[in-house]
């Protein structure tokens, strides 16, 4: 008896060492401001009605959940165990992208969400992510999308007008803190893109 009771002990003594080792996951996020030296000066507050940024802005669901997605050979995807986005990429993508735009084309020029009664919008912008993946090299991030703006009158534009683009952002390494970064940059090339079309 004495001696199975020493076991138990040892045994728990062993599970506790070991669940004191484990180490906890780091949080990443898709930081507000812009990459490093390439915010542009504030620009002053348009008087042209704002384009309306709609809900959602779509990402590819298997990209949608916590762990981050590494490479894995040419094809395959690795949930990381210990790299983890503090939030959903269906909700930080939105949130990043209003901001930039709002960056590249001026304050009031971008909307998100309804619109209040008596606002006069100049169109509405869809955004759909199609890709936005980690290369099997780990040296850059690949992001595929395509968004639509669809103006209320057509009378000098045609009424919906589609555009598409395929950015690569370079990483600075393989480790996570850098693909982030790349995460980030694509984002902002992506907000540069669809900005050229917000006319």
Not at 22 to 28: A, I
Not at 39 to 56: I, K, T
Not at 84 to 91: D, T
Request: proline share 10%; hydrophobic share 45%; with cysteine.
């Amino acid at each position: 008896m004495k001696f199975l009771s020493a076991l138990s002990l040892l045994v728990l003594a062993l599970l506790g060492g070991c669940a004191s080792t484990v180490t906890p996951p780091v949080l990443y996020v898709l930081r507000a401001e812009p990459p490093a030296g390439l915010a542009p000066p504030p620009l002053a507050r348009s008087a042209a009605p704002p384009w309306q940024l709609m809900s959602p802005v779509r990402v590819p669901d298997y990209l949608d959940r916590e762990a981050m997605l590494l490479p894995k050979g040419q094809n395959g995807l690795q949930p990381s165990t210990q790299q983890r986005w503090a939030e959903l990429l269906s909700s930080s993508v939105p949130r990043v992208l209003a901001q930039d735009l709002t960056a590249l084309t001026g304050e009031g020029r971008v909307w998100t969400g309804p619109a209040p009664r008596g606002l006069v919008v100049r169109g509405q912008l869809r955004v759909e992510l199609l890709a936005f993946d980690v290369n099997a090299a780990a040296s850059a991030v690949t992001l595929k999308a395509r968004w639509t703006t669809t103006r209320p009158d057509g009378a000098t534009q045609p009424l919906a007008q589609a555009h598409s683009a395929t950015l690569s952002a370079p990483s600075l390494g393989p480790d996570a803190d850098h693909l982030v970064s790349a995460h980030r940059l694509a984002l902002w090339q992506l907000a540069q893109a669809i900005a050229t079309t917000l006319d």
